[in-house]
């Protein structure tokens, strides 16, 4: 078991995430529970590799503190006060993590390409950060929080928060938002409204990031329906080793309006070079 240090005061900080990382904690159940969702605490946790679930129904809080119950008694996993809003979060950095990397099987499906071809959907980026995430929220209530909103609003306007919308004309019909840490894009939920939607926009993402230099696209959980699409499970400590070379890189990809029709034509031939790009002496 790994020895108990319960926090003393403040709030959360790199420094705190580095030490609970190092020894081992959050493995199999949370890493914190506590503090305030604000802007530079998520920041700081996200480059840390960890990031927050936050529970709004009383049903879920209850059920998260009985079943954590012993390891909250004993500091395994220190409580922090949290905010106004009585929500309560639970920090998790989970092992194994999913992920996209550059050279893994995202390659689209034929039935996949084919919607493409023919749906005339378009996509941009960062237009409509917080349209996607109360859309995100109306199909999941229990997480996406005005918190967690108004904290995602001020990074994207630090430059860190991004969105990826997709339009049937000029209507917005599915679409997803995460954090960018150097070379790695965090995607946090994504909605639609169209089948296949969620499909087109992550796959236009992970084409841009990837062929914009990115090293990893992180989806958090190698869930069932996540693993089809091409992410793969990576240990913590490779999520993290990966994260620690990528955090400082400066990543600039393209973020233009876009056809849809374009990914399956990305398809249709050679792939360009993708992923870190390598300096090349003089």
């Known amino acids: 078991m790994v020895p108990a240090s319960r926090p003393t005061a403040g709030a959360l900080s790199p420094e705190l995430w580095q030490r609970l990382l190092a020894e081992g904690r959050g493995l199999t159940s949370p890493l914190v529970l506590g503090g305030r969702l604000e802007a530079q605490v998520l920041l700081d946790a996200y480059t840390s590799g960890v990031f927050p679930e936050p529970c709004v129904r009383e049903t879920t809080k209850a059920m998260m503190r009985e079943k954590h119950a012993d390891e909250l008694a004993s500091g395994i996993i220190p409580e922090f006060p949290g905010g106004p809003s009585g929500d309560e979060v ?22 996949l390409r084919r919607l493409m071809r023919e749906c005339g959907w378009r996509s941009t980026v960062d237009q409509r950060l917080r349209e996607v995430m109360l859309s995100c929220r109306r199909h999941d209530t229990s997480w996406i929080t005005d918190d967690m909103v108004d ?69 958090q959980y190698p869930g069932p329906h996540l693993i089809p699409r091409g992410v793969q499970p990576v240990s913590r400590a490779e999520y993290l080793r990966i994260l620690g070379r990528e955090r400082d890189r400066d990543v600039d990809w393209d973020r ?15 792939a360009p070079a993708r992923g870190p790009k390598k300096k090349t002496k003089a």
């Open 90 to 111: 639970w920090w998790q950095s989970p092992d194994p993590r999913g992920v996209f990397t550059v050279d893994g099987p995202w390659k689209p499906r034929r039935h």
């Open 256 to 270: 233009a309006e876009r056809p849809i029709g374009r990914l399956d034509e990305r398809f249709a031939g050679p």
């Open 151 to 219: 904290a995602f609003e001020e990074l994207h306007r630090r430059g860190r928060a991004h969105s990826l919308e997709i339009w049937e004309g000029d209507e917005l019909i599915g679409g997803l938002y995460g954090l960018q840490v150097g070379g790695v894009l965090m995607a946090e939920s994504l909605f639609h409204r169209r089948e296949g939607v969620w499909k087109v926009a992550l796959l236009d993402i992970v084409v841009r990031f990837f062929d914009g230099g990115g090293a990893l696209v992180d989806c």
